[in-house]
């Protein structure tokens, strides 16, 4: 249990068991954990236990040495489809849909020998803060069962912290990577924007939405990246790069932190930061200061617009992406209905496949892309969209990575916010700017609360610098030196 990819890796290679044993001990750990968590909507249990078969007498192969995700069991947020298996995205509208093509992430780790474990349990289509919105029922916090786990990359989160998987890889579009890490304490890496193919993604904000790794350490973080990252001709909006190198650098280079210069905006945490998480988070920069680190006030004085400015472009977004789902060409199609016109169709189809959320968002979008209103909100947050942007751009002059607490809060109880969306809306005030701008950014856990909750820490750099970002992030881990599992699983 919680064994991290270099040393399930190492273990293969010193040929202290094989891809079958460990498969059979995430098998086991499933079995006693799942039932509570509910992190998983499909385990592919026979598949897995085949797949692993076939690698056993390759340890001494070439393949074993070339990658470090041979025979490493993961899982994938329920929101990239792999073929011939279900992918439902959290939603009854898509319960019965089976993929007719891989997804370009699931393709890339699959080329090299890993083993998925199953799909991940999610909010509705990635909407949400705490993965209660999904069909399949909540995902509890293995931390503390009464509480959520995040979201909307909830499942995938939890899985990884109570060690039902080796990592998985989420979708981050304001949040969901970072802060489901944050609320199960394991590391979450939401990559630039275009950095990870999009393809085979279910799309929810496709000028936001980016794929990336969670995972329990940094160093596991960025073997993944360089794992799915690299130019892809099938997503248009893919950046034309190879993929990353960041594991060999991570490990290799020489640095420390006294290399790096980390900007705080002091402003935008004067209020709504719960005390404790404040605490923590001026101790740490305190550390950091002894450490070496210099540390710098900035100002990214329209980040305050960031969830206004979020909720108009990601609703409209999704308004447009998730029309095609319209009981006809895809989804939920009820076979009772005897319907006097097209219209009726839809109607009726969509307001039973879709959840609240997904309809909340889909005429928030629809309105604000209406004649008339148009201007008036959506142009105006695609403006204030560039500003933030440009904070970043000035404050990347002076600093390396900006830090602060991932969230404002600890995680809260099920049931608490899920009938207050704006509240809900609010537990991602942090994390957005970063989606606004395209920029890779990364949660960390730094420590537990009093009441052993985890804390964490989100660092963000320039777009494209995951390489910097990860190194202040892996120095910084050395020093916290976080190795917490959950106990009452
Ligand atoms: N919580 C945010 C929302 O509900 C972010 C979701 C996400 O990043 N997919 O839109």
């Not at 981050?172 to 085979?200: E, H, M, N, W």
């Not at 001026?282 to 206004?308: H, R, T, Y």
Request: charged share 25%; net charge negative.
């Amino acid at each position: 249990m919680f064994k991290t990819i270099e040393e399930i890796h190492l273990g293969y290679l010193n040929k202290d068991f094989c891809p079958s044993e460990v498969v059979k001990e995430y098998l086991k750990d499933i079995d006693k954990n799942e039932a509570k968590i509910n992190s998983f909507v499909e385990i592919f249990r026979e598949d897995l236990k085949d797949n692993a078969k076939k690698l056993d007498d390759q340890l001494g192969s070439d393949k074993l040495k070339k990658s470090l995700l041979f025979g490493i069991p993961l899982s994938l947020k329920d929101i990239f489809l792999v073929k011939n298996y279900k992918c439902s995205c959290g939603s009854k509208m898509l319960k019965d849909y089976i993929s007719n093509y891989d997804s370009t992430v699931y393709e890339r780790l699959n080329v090299q020998s890993s083993l998925i474990i199953g799909k991940n349990n999610m909010d509705e289509f990635a909407m949400g803060s705490s993965t209660e919105t999904s069909f399949f029922g909540p995902t509890f916090n293995p931390w503390d069962l009464s509480r959520v786990p995040g979201g909307s990359s909830g499942g995938s989160a939890a899985s990884v912290s109570a060690g039902t998987s080796c990592f998985s890889v989420g979708t981050d579009t304001g949040g969901s990577i970072r802060q489901p890490a944050s609320f199960c304490g394991v590391v979450g890496l939401k990559p630039s924007y275009g950095r990870v193919s999009r393809f085979g993604m279910i799309a929810f904000s496709s000028s936001l939405d980016q794929a990336g790794p969670i995972t329990q350490n940094v160093k596991d973080s960025a073997i993944v990246l360089d794992s799915i990252s690299g130019f892809d001709p099938k997503d248009s909006t893919s950046i034309n790069l190879p993929p990353t190198t960041i594991y060999e650098s991570l490990v290799n280079d020489k640095y420390s932190l006294k290399d790096f210069k980390i900007g705080v905006p002091y402003d935008l945490l004067e209020t709504g930061l719960d005390d404790e998480i404040r605490t923590n988070f001026e101790n740490l920069i305190k550390n950091l200061e002894n450490l070496g680190c210099k540390i710098i006030d900035i100002k990214i004085p329209n980040a305050k617009f960031s969830v206004a400015t979020y909720y108009i472009i990601a609703p409209c977004e999704a308004s447009s992406n998730l029309s095609r789902f319209d009981g006809i060409r895809y989804g939920y199609s009820d076979k009772n209905l005897d319907p006097k016109d097209l219209e009726e169709v839809y109607i009726n189809n969509r307001s039973k496949g879709f959840g609240n959320e997904v309809k909340r968002r889909i005429m928030l979008g629809t309105y604000a892309l209406s004649s008339g209103y148009y201007d008036a909100y959506y142009l105006k947050a695609v403006h204030a969209k560039k500003l933030i942007t440009n904070d970043f751009n000035i404050a990347f002059n002076d600093v390396d990575c900006v830090i602060s607490p991932t969230c404002p809060e600890l995680p809260f109880k099920v049931g608490e916010k899920v009938n207050d969306p704006l509240k809900m809306y609010l537990s991602d005030i942090l994390t957005i700017p970063a989606n606004l701008a395209q920029l890779p950014s990364i949660s960390i856990p730094i420590s537990l609360s009093k009441n052993n909750l985890p804390l964490g820490l989100q660092l963000t750099s320039q777009k494209l610098d995951e390489e910097k970002l990860l190194k202040i992030a892996y120095s910084i881990e050395k020093e916290v030196g976080f190795n917490s599992h959950p106990s009452i699983l």
